[in-house]
Protein backbone atom coordinates (compact mmCIF):
# COMPACT_ATOMS: atom_id res chain seq x y z
CA UNK A 1 0.00 0.00 0.00
CA UNK A 2 2.99 2.19 1.15
CA UNK A 3 6.48 2.28 -0.47
CA UNK A 4 9.23 4.54 -0.99
CA UNK A 5 7.21 6.73 -3.88
CA UNK A 6 6.06 9.47 -1.28
CA UNK A 7 8.98 8.79 1.52
CA UNK A 8 6.61 8.15 4.10
CA UNK A 9 7.47 7.09 7.58
CA UNK A 10 7.14 3.12 6.91
CA UNK A 11 6.48 0.51 4.45
CA UNK A 12 3.16 -0.55 4.78
CA UNK A 13 1.81 -3.95 3.31
CA UNK A 14 -1.75 -5.10 3.14
CA UNK A 15 -2.32 -8.34 4.32
CA UNK A 16 -6.45 -8.77 4.37
CA UNK A 17 -9.20 -6.41 4.35
CA UNK A 18 -8.66 -5.53 7.87
CA UNK A 19 -4.64 -5.79 8.35
CA UNK A 20 -1.81 -3.96 6.90
CA UNK A 21 1.65 -4.69 8.17
CA UNK A 22 3.62 -1.56 8.77
CA UNK A 23 7.72 -2.08 8.62
CA UNK A 24 10.58 0.25 9.59
CA UNK A 25 14.44 0.22 10.07
CA UNK A 26 16.30 3.09 12.01
CA UNK A 27 19.35 3.38 14.27
CA UNK A 28 22.12 6.17 14.56
CA UNK A 29 25.33 6.66 16.72
CA UNK A 30 24.97 8.28 20.56
CA UNK A 31 23.23 11.31 21.06
CA UNK A 32 23.84 11.18 24.90
CA UNK A 33 26.47 9.48 27.33
CA UNK A 34 24.45 7.24 29.75
CA UNK A 35 24.14 3.96 27.26
CA UNK A 36 20.86 2.86 28.82
CA UNK A 37 18.99 5.99 28.01
CA UNK A 38 21.18 5.76 23.98
CA UNK A 39 19.20 2.37 24.14
CA UNK A 40 16.19 4.19 24.73
CA UNK A 41 16.07 6.61 22.77
CA UNK A 42 16.91 5.07 19.54
CA UNK A 43 14.54 2.32 20.33
CA UNK A 44 11.70 5.09 21.13
CA UNK A 45 13.34 6.47 17.91
CA UNK A 46 12.47 3.39 15.63
CA UNK A 47 8.97 2.47 17.32
CA UNK A 48 7.49 6.22 16.52
CA UNK A 49 7.79 5.28 12.88
CA UNK A 50 4.89 2.66 13.24
CA UNK A 51 3.03 4.79 15.76
CA UNK A 52 3.79 7.91 12.97
CA UNK A 53 1.22 5.68 10.84
CA UNK A 54 -1.06 5.18 12.80
CA UNK A 55 -0.13 1.69 13.73
CA UNK A 56 1.07 -0.65 16.57
CA UNK A 57 4.17 -2.66 17.13
CA UNK A 58 3.80 -6.36 17.10
CA UNK A 59 7.61 -6.90 16.85
CA UNK A 60 11.13 -6.01 17.10
CA UNK A 61 14.71 -6.75 16.33
CA UNK A 62 17.92 -5.43 17.45
CA UNK A 63 20.23 -3.70 15.31
CA UNK A 64 24.02 -3.13 16.85
CA UNK A 65 27.26 -2.73 15.66
CA UNK A 66 30.02 -1.79 18.13
CA UNK A 67 33.51 -1.24 18.42
CA UNK A 68 33.82 -4.39 20.83
CA UNK A 69 38.11 -3.49 21.89
CA UNK A 70 36.57 -0.15 23.11
CA UNK A 71 32.99 -0.08 24.44
CA UNK A 72 33.02 -3.18 27.18
CA UNK A 73 30.63 -6.22 26.95
CA UNK A 74 28.65 -4.29 30.32
CA UNK A 75 28.00 -1.47 28.22
CA UNK A 76 26.63 -2.83 25.64
CA UNK A 77 24.48 -4.92 27.55
CA UNK A 78 23.27 -1.51 29.33
CA UNK A 79 21.95 -0.28 25.66
CA UNK A 80 20.20 -3.26 24.77
CA UNK A 81 18.67 -3.56 28.30
CA UNK A 82 17.52 0.37 27.63
CA UNK A 83 15.70 -1.10 24.36
CA UNK A 84 14.74 -3.97 25.63
CA UNK A 85 12.48 -1.85 28.37
CA UNK A 86 11.36 0.72 25.61
CA UNK A 87 9.89 -2.54 23.57
CA UNK A 88 8.53 -3.83 26.61
CA UNK A 89 6.80 -0.43 27.22
CA UNK A 90 4.98 -0.49 23.78
CA UNK A 91 3.99 -3.86 24.23
CA UNK A 92 5.97 -4.84 21.54
CA UNK A 93 7.78 -8.31 21.51
CA UNK A 94 12.16 -8.06 20.73
CA UNK A 95 12.26 -11.70 18.99
CA UNK A 96 16.43 -11.61 17.94
CA UNK A 97 18.59 -9.25 15.97
CA UNK A 98 22.21 -9.05 14.33
CA UNK A 99 25.40 -7.57 15.55
CA UNK A 100 28.43 -6.47 13.83
CA UNK A 101 31.74 -5.44 14.49
CA UNK A 102 31.79 -1.28 13.59
CA UNK A 103 34.38 1.35 14.01
CA UNK A 104 31.86 3.28 16.00
CA UNK A 105 28.86 2.84 18.00
CA UNK A 106 25.26 2.01 16.19
CA UNK A 107 22.43 0.56 17.39
CA UNK A 108 18.27 0.59 16.47
CA UNK A 109 15.73 -1.40 15.62
CA UNK A 110 13.66 -3.11 12.89
CA UNK A 111 10.30 -3.03 13.63
CA UNK A 112 7.34 -4.70 12.68
CA UNK A 113 3.90 -3.18 13.34
CA UNK A 114 0.08 -3.65 12.43
CA UNK A 115 -2.69 -0.91 11.14
CA UNK A 116 -6.07 -1.55 9.40
CA UNK A 117 -6.66 -0.58 6.17
CA UNK A 118 -8.72 2.00 6.82
CA UNK A 119 -6.77 3.91 9.35
CA UNK A 120 -3.06 4.76 8.41
CA UNK A 121 -2.12 7.85 8.67
CA UNK A 122 0.50 8.67 5.67
CA UNK A 123 2.03 11.89 4.53
CA UNK A 124 0.07 12.12 1.59
CA UNK A 125 -3.06 12.24 3.20
CA UNK A 126 -3.34 15.87 4.37
CA UNK A 127 -6.07 18.18 2.90
CA UNK A 128 -6.52 22.01 2.84
CA UNK A 129 -7.82 23.58 5.56
CA UNK A 130 -6.35 21.40 7.96
CA UNK A 131 -4.93 22.02 11.20
CA UNK A 132 -1.27 21.20 11.94
CA UNK A 133 -0.76 20.14 15.23
CA UNK A 134 2.98 18.91 16.94
CA UNK A 135 3.18 16.81 20.13
CA UNK A 136 6.80 17.35 21.11
CA UNK A 137 8.93 20.50 21.37
CA UNK A 138 11.56 21.33 19.04
CA UNK A 139 14.81 21.64 19.89
CA UNK A 140 17.02 17.94 20.05
CA UNK A 141 19.84 18.91 17.85
CA UNK A 142 20.68 22.16 19.23
CA UNK A 143 20.62 20.89 22.78
CA UNK A 144 22.49 17.62 21.89
CA UNK A 145 25.26 19.99 20.41
CA UNK A 146 25.12 22.20 23.25
CA UNK A 147 25.60 19.24 25.59
CA UNK A 148 28.84 18.31 23.94
CA UNK A 149 30.11 21.52 24.35
CA UNK A 150 29.23 21.73 28.13
CA UNK A 151 26.78 24.44 27.65
CA UNK A 152 23.63 22.25 29.07
CA UNK A 153 22.80 22.50 32.65
CA UNK A 154 22.17 18.30 34.00
CA UNK A 155 17.83 19.44 34.72
CA UNK A 156 17.81 20.24 30.70
CA UNK A 157 19.88 17.13 29.80
CA UNK A 158 16.88 15.15 31.72
CA UNK A 159 14.14 17.15 30.68
CA UNK A 160 16.16 16.59 26.41
CA UNK A 161 16.31 12.44 27.29
CA UNK A 162 12.97 12.35 28.30
CA UNK A 163 11.30 14.20 25.79
CA UNK A 164 13.43 11.91 23.02
CA UNK A 165 12.80 8.94 25.02
CA UNK A 166 9.11 9.55 24.69
CA UNK A 167 6.53 6.91 22.72
CA UNK A 168 4.33 8.35 20.11
CA UNK A 169 1.98 6.12 21.22
CA UNK A 170 -1.06 8.97 20.43
CA UNK A 171 -0.21 8.46 16.69
CA UNK A 172 -2.05 4.73 16.96
CA UNK A 173 -4.88 6.02 19.34
CA UNK A 174 -5.68 9.11 17.28
CA UNK A 175 -5.93 6.72 14.00
CA UNK A 176 -7.83 4.35 15.74
CA UNK A 177 -10.45 6.55 16.19
CA UNK A 178 -10.53 8.09 12.66
CA UNK A 179 -9.38 11.62 14.00
CA UNK A 180 -6.52 12.23 11.79
CA UNK A 181 -6.32 12.55 8.19
CA UNK A 182 -2.43 12.35 7.66
CA UNK A 183 1.19 13.42 8.95
CA UNK A 184 4.71 12.60 10.14
CA UNK A 185 6.78 12.13 12.91
CA UNK A 186 9.42 15.05 13.10
CA UNK A 187 12.86 13.58 12.93
CA UNK A 188 16.52 14.47 10.86
CA UNK A 189 15.01 16.40 8.66
CA UNK A 190 13.43 19.08 10.80
CA UNK A 191 10.23 20.42 11.52
CA UNK A 192 10.48 21.93 7.79
CA UNK A 193 11.92 19.11 5.49
CA UNK A 194 9.29 16.56 7.00
CA UNK A 195 6.53 19.36 6.20
CA UNK A 196 7.82 20.29 2.93
CA UNK A 197 7.89 16.29 2.14
CA UNK A 198 4.34 15.76 3.86
CA UNK A 199 2.97 18.76 1.05
CA UNK A 200 4.71 17.39 -1.78
CA UNK A 201 3.18 13.82 -1.52
CA UNK A 202 -0.34 15.90 -0.17
CA UNK A 203 -0.08 17.87 -3.01
CA UNK A 204 -0.71 21.03 -1.13
CA UNK A 205 0.86 23.64 0.90
CA UNK A 206 1.13 24.91 4.24
CA UNK A 207 1.48 28.31 6.68
CA UNK A 208 3.75 27.62 9.31
CA UNK A 209 2.91 30.36 12.54
CA UNK A 210 6.57 30.56 14.03
CA UNK A 211 5.06 32.54 16.98
CA UNK A 212 3.51 29.40 18.16
CA UNK A 213 6.04 27.20 17.71
CA UNK A 214 7.21 24.98 20.84
CA UNK A 215 10.75 24.83 22.12
CA UNK A 216 11.89 22.64 24.69
CA UNK A 217 13.51 25.14 26.99
CA UNK A 218 14.48 28.76 26.06
CA UNK A 219 17.72 27.82 26.35
CA UNK A 220 17.64 26.59 22.65
CA UNK A 221 16.98 30.23 21.39
CA UNK A 222 20.08 31.15 23.58
CA UNK A 223 22.07 28.44 21.96
CA UNK A 224 21.24 29.24 18.53
CA UNK A 225 22.33 32.49 19.33
CA UNK A 226 25.54 31.32 20.31
CA UNK A 227 25.82 29.89 17.00
CA UNK A 228 25.11 26.18 18.94
CA UNK A 229 24.42 24.77 15.64
CA UNK A 230 25.39 21.05 14.50
CA UNK A 231 26.04 20.58 11.00
CA UNK A 232 22.82 18.68 10.40
CA UNK A 233 20.57 21.33 10.96
CA UNK A 234 22.54 24.31 8.55
CA UNK A 235 22.33 21.61 5.96
CA UNK A 236 18.81 20.80 6.37
CA UNK A 237 18.20 24.87 5.99
CA UNK A 238 20.18 25.45 3.06
CA UNK A 239 18.33 22.15 1.43
CA UNK A 240 15.05 23.76 2.17
CA UNK A 241 15.47 27.12 1.91
CA UNK A 242 14.52 27.22 -1.44
CA UNK A 243 10.85 25.89 -0.75
CA UNK A 244 9.92 28.64 1.77
CA UNK A 245 9.25 31.96 1.61
CA UNK A 246 9.99 33.77 5.01
CA UNK A 247 8.46 36.77 5.35
CA UNK A 248 11.21 38.40 6.91
CA UNK A 249 11.76 35.23 9.63
CA UNK A 250 14.73 35.78 11.91
CA UNK A 251 17.59 33.64 11.23
CA UNK A 252 16.99 31.86 14.49
CA UNK A 253 13.41 30.68 13.95
CA UNK A 254 14.87 29.32 10.50
CA UNK A 255 17.15 27.63 12.52
CA UNK A 256 14.78 26.12 14.89
CA UNK A 257 12.39 25.04 11.76
CA UNK A 258 15.57 23.11 10.31
CA UNK A 259 16.48 21.61 13.66
CA UNK A 260 17.05 17.69 13.00
CA UNK A 261 15.30 16.22 15.93
CA UNK A 262 16.37 12.77 17.26
CA UNK A 263 12.89 11.11 18.33
CA UNK A 264 10.37 14.13 17.84
CA UNK A 265 7.15 14.57 17.81
CA UNK A 266 4.23 13.83 15.43
CA UNK A 267 2.74 16.50 13.25
CA UNK A 268 -0.73 15.83 12.69
CA UNK A 269 -2.79 17.10 9.56
CA UNK A 270 -6.40 17.40 11.59
CA UNK A 271 -9.78 18.87 10.01
CA UNK A 272 -10.98 21.87 11.47
CA UNK A 273 -14.35 20.53 12.83
CA UNK A 274 -12.45 17.37 14.74
CA UNK A 275 -9.92 19.76 16.29
CA UNK A 276 -11.15 20.71 19.87
CA UNK A 277 -11.95 16.68 19.83
CA UNK A 278 -8.03 15.71 19.02
CA UNK A 279 -6.52 18.71 21.41
CA UNK A 280 -8.94 16.91 24.12
CA UNK A 281 -7.40 13.19 23.50
CA UNK A 282 -4.16 14.36 23.03
CA UNK A 283 -4.28 16.59 26.27
CA UNK A 284 -5.79 13.38 28.19
CA UNK A 285 -2.68 10.95 26.80
CA UNK A 286 -0.16 13.83 28.05
CA UNK A 287 1.52 14.41 25.62
CA UNK A 288 4.57 16.71 26.26
CA UNK A 289 2.65 19.69 23.88
CA UNK A 290 -0.45 20.15 21.84
CA UNK A 291 1.05 23.04 19.85
CA UNK A 292 -0.88 24.30 16.53
CA UNK A 293 1.84 25.25 14.33
CA UNK A 294 0.02 26.35 10.91
CA UNK A 295 -1.99 25.00 8.82
CA UNK A 296 -2.71 23.60 5.22
CA UNK A 297 -4.00 25.39 2.05
CA UNK A 298 -4.16 24.56 -1.71
CA UNK A 299 -0.99 24.20 -3.41
CA UNK A 300 -2.60 26.89 -5.62
CA UNK A 301 -2.85 29.63 -3.52
CA UNK A 302 0.78 29.64 -2.21
CA UNK A 303 4.03 30.86 -3.97
CA UNK A 304 5.94 27.63 -2.68
CA UNK A 305 5.13 24.66 -0.63
CA UNK A 306 6.23 26.85 2.77
CA UNK A 307 4.76 30.09 3.80
CA UNK A 308 6.20 31.15 7.24
CA UNK A 309 4.51 34.23 9.10
CA UNK A 310 6.24 35.60 12.10
CA UNK A 311 4.07 38.29 14.37
Same mark, same amino acid.
Given at each position: ?12 YRIDDERALVQTVDFFT ?57 ILEADCVLAGGHSIRNP ?99 ? %???? $?? @? *??? &? /? ?34 SQAIKYLLADAQTSGGL ?25 ? %???? $?? @? *??? &? /? ?7
Open positions: MIGAATSDDAGVPIVDDPYRYGQIAAANALSDVYAMGGRPLTAMNLIGMPTDDVPLEVINQILRGGADKEPIYGLSVTGIVHPNRIISNAGGRPGDVLILTKPLGTGILSTGLKRGLVSADLEQRLEDLMSELNLPGAILAERGLVHGGTDITGFGLLGHLISLCRSSG %VAAE $VD @A *SNL &P /TISPEVMKLIEEDCIPGGTRKNLETANSDVTWNGTLLCISQDRRQEVLECLIELTVPVTAE %VGRL $VS @A *SES &P /TPIVVRQE
